[in-house]
């Protein structure tokens, strides 16, 4: 083993605090409750947490750098300078222009958000044009890693790649392709690895994970030039250039061809790597990082496959280093605070500080030469198996998953509904208050009892559809109070899931889920929404929306089993969807939505894998909704995501209307629609909610006339970018204003 890099490492660890208090803390500070320097105080005393907890499990390695108030790659945009002019014109100061980037403020809005790669993570879009003036500034790193060197910890700061994040960027209205920017920003990495190595820095990690999905060999020359010229840098750290959520191909011969030191690559979602390696020829001087502990799900490793595999690439390299496929970010911080789980499925489990054990045991039996390890898992008990879910799925036709010819469906609609021109309606939710929560919390441990639950639940419904009425809204939705989650509620009702109680993840900035886990056949126990929808109809002669999670989006925000192919899973999901949906539509309920908002972000990063993968999830959608009648409108919502490449299946999925995010990436989708020829209804967002700004009635407006000019009226919906949850009442009140008077004005044209 490496002894310059040690024999066990971790890519990066969860940052938002095992109780959430970086959620807590960055929230407070956003409302006035604290000053920068509390939140400075409490992010430094989250990061050295971590780093003691990595050195106490005797991980050789530990990474730096990885913590991040709001976004890694929005820190890295502020390391090499690449602050928009409209941004930096505001004078609101270091920590006050990175939350504007963030959240966007009255003058300006924020930086476009979007998935990264095929997580649930999101991430900031670099906005990066031919004016962008790009300046080393490596404070942040420095910082952090001086605090860890006060706690006796040598660490490795991380930032993401140049090629990656220049990949991952988008033009400014300056114009320019972002990656054409390359050469330049390589000099502003070159003057970054100086400054760390002035400061003692041994190594350094660059994540390049945008390599493991399909490039040009212009894009792949261009990483071996980038990396050839960083590794010629005098005086700089040892480079370890990380990838992972999949298979590099033609990109790893290219960095195996530069000086940089290490090269890490995923061996769990790229088990493709370790051909590649073998066919590299000797690795002679080269540390390999193998990513062995799956950094995604929570599932505990089988470790003597992890200890074959590793010993492969023992074979084939000089030094070898055992890691996570990629971050912890994606997974909870400890299962040991666990203690209600099924001891079944808890054994079974690994959350981010049990999978540092395993990094660390597998880096110790790959060096001792030894495969001493615990016996594999015993088999799945028979307890987790349904079959009178596999008879259902068995017994499917392809006429389950079909529905009637779009334009005779529209006009039955129309003829039940009655709906205006530019109808108006919003994604779901509504405000999640305090005295929300508190109800849900209060009777989650029996202290609210299940009437008096029901009472505030109802109160909070009504409140609703009284101010959707008033608002003059025309398609109400009952604002899902008693939701925690959109994809944790309905785990909770399903059987083969398991919900935890602290198994929080990071999804973007401050907002933090909890993902069930799938670990047995799905079947739905009873109705889970009808009673909610309809008290909320019975309120109103406005229709009111069914609200629903669809089956692909409720796999990718969980974490699913890996015993059998996600589109059997998918398939089951879709089926206890289907008896939702026709159970609705008994009580009467006459507009459904599904949401699939990760239809996009579960899309395989390789073109080859992709139609596989689009037709079994457009399939789970389709059987999920083609029980109802053609009378009933069936919508769909999709966000933050980049919806060009998937929109043959956004039409596939014959949804009679489809919601879409929209705003943050100015109607950029409708070119995509409008292309495809899309003949059904759309609601491209006007207005963006995951910022604390109001849009003014002149920019819904405009919004409107640049959808409108792209859709015909008749096929256009008027909505926000996403559900209201994360808003507050009074800039919901103020924003749903806006866009309904939006919506009389483009009518009255």
């Known amino acids: 083993m490496s002894t310059a890099f040690g024999q066990s490492t971790v890519l990066g660890y969860p940052r938002i605090g095992g109780n959430r208090q970086l959620k807590r803390a960055v929230e407070a500070y956003w409302a006035g409750r604290i000053d920068a320097e509390e939140l400075a105080a409490t992010s430094a005393a989250l990061r050295a947490k971590v780093w003691r ?22 820190d890295t945009a502020v390391a090499v300078g690449a602050i928009p002019r409209r941004f930096a014109r505001l004078g609101l100061g270091d920590l006050g222009t990175y939350f504007a980037m ?4 009255d003058a300006e809005p924020a930086l476009e958000l979007t998935k990264w790669f095929d997580t649930n993570y999101h991430y900031l879009v670099p906005e990066i044009g031919s004016d962008t003036t790009f300046a080393a500034n490596p404070d942040k790193a420095l910082r952090e890693y001086r605090e860890a060197r006060e706690l006796g910890i040598d660490s490795r700061p991380v930032l993401v790649g140049p090629a990656t994040f220049l990949l991952l960027a988008k033009p400014t209205e300056a114009g320019g392709e972002p990656f054409d920017r390359l050469t330049d920003l390589v000099d502003v990495y070159a003057s970054i690895l100086r400054s760390l190595a002035a400061a003692g820095v041994r190594w350094v990690q660059l994540d390049e994970p945008a390599y493991v999905a399909d490039r040009s060999a212009a894009e792949i020359d261009a990483l071996r030039e980038a990396y050839t010229r960083l590794g010629a840098v005098e005086q700089r750290p040892a480079i370890f250039v990380a990838t992972y959520f999949g298979e590099l191909g033609d990109a790893l011969p290219a960095l195996l061809d530069t000086p940089v030191e290490a090269v890490g690559v995923d061996l769990v979602a790229g088990p493709g790597n370790l051909r590649r390696l073998a066919g590299a020829g000797p690795l002679r001087g080269k540390t390999i990082v193998a990513g062995l502990v799956d950094g995604r799900n929570v599932w505990r490793t089988d470790l003597r496959a992890a200890v074959a595999a590793g010993a492969a690439v023992t074979a084939l390299a000089d030094h070898v280093a055992v890691s996570t496929s990629c971050s912890l970010l994606h997974v909870p ?14 054994q079974r489990l690994a959350f981010a500080r049990q999978k540092v054990d395993e990094v660390v045991r597998l880096g110790r039996a790959l060096r001792n030469g030894t495969t001493s390890l615990p016996e594999p898992l015993p088999p799945t008990p028979a307890a987790w198996r349904d079959d009178t879910v596999r008879g259902r799925l068995a017994a499917l036709r392809a006429t389950d998953r079909q529905r009637g010819a779009y334009p005779e469906r529209a006009a039955a609609q129309q003829a039940r509904l009655n ?47 009284r101010l959707q009425e008033r608002l003059g809204l025309d398609v109400l939705v009952h604002g899902e109070p008693e939701r ?105 309920i006459r507009v459904i939505q599904v949401d699939e908002p990760a239809l996009r972000e579960t899309l395989p990063l390789r073109r080859a894998d992709q139609k596989a993968y689009l037709d079994w999830a457009v399939g789970a959608f389709r059987l999920a909704t083609c029980g109802v009648a053609d ?4 919508h769909t919502h999709l966000c933050y995501s980049e919806f ?82 994360t808003r507050g009442y009074p800039e919901v009140e103020a924003s749903l204003q806006h866009l309904v008077a939006a919506a009389a004005e483009l009518r009255g044209n």
Request: with cysteine; net charge negative; aromatic share 6%.
């Open 53 to 74: 907890t990595l050195r106490d499990a005797r991980l050789d390695a530990i990474p730096s750098n990885t913590f991040s108030y709001y976004d890694h790659v929005l």
């Open 102 to 105: 963030a959240r966007g403020v």
């Open 333 to 346: 911080e400890d299962l040991s605070a666990e203690t209600a789980l099924d001891p079944a499925l808890r």
């Open 419 to 465: 709906l205006p021109p530019l109808p108006t309606t919003t994604i779901g939710s509504f405000p999640q208050t305090d005295e929300l929560r508190r109800a849900r919390a209060e009777h989650r441990a029996g202290r609210l009892d299940d009437a008096a639950y029901t009472q505030r639940m109802r109160a909070e419904v009504e409140h609703v559809v």
């Open 484 to 588: 925690n989650d959109m994809v944790q509620y309905f785990g909770e009702q399903l059987d083969g899931f398991a919900a935890t109680e602290h198994g929080w993840v990071q999804s973007y900035g401050s907002r933090c889920v909890r993902p069930p886990v799938i670990y047995g056949d799905v079947a739905r126990r009873a109705p889970m929404t009808v009673n909610w929808s309809t008290y909320a109809q019975s309120l109103t002669d406005r229709p009111v929306k069914g609200m629903l999670t669809g089956p692909v989006t409720i796999l990718a925000w969980s974490f699913v089993r890996s015993d059998q192919p996600l589109a059997d899973t998918a398939d089951q999901v879709a089926l206890a969807l289907r008896d939702e949906c026709r159970d609705l539509e008994a009580a009467g």
């Open 631 to 634: 009378d009933t409108q069936i």
């Open 644 to 725: 060009g490449e998937v929109i043959t299946a956004i039409d596939a999925l014959d949804a009679d209307v489809t919601s879409i995010e929209a705003s943050r990436s100015r109607m950029e989708v409708l070119d995509d629609l409008a292309a495809l020829g899309y003949r059904r209804g759309v609601g491209p967002g006007v207005w963006d909610i995951h910022s604390p700004r109001v849009p003014s009635h002149d920019e819904v407006v405009g919004a409107l006339r640049r959808a409108v000019a792209a859709v015909p009226a008749e096929r256009l919906w008027v909505n926000p970018d996403c559900g209201l949850k």
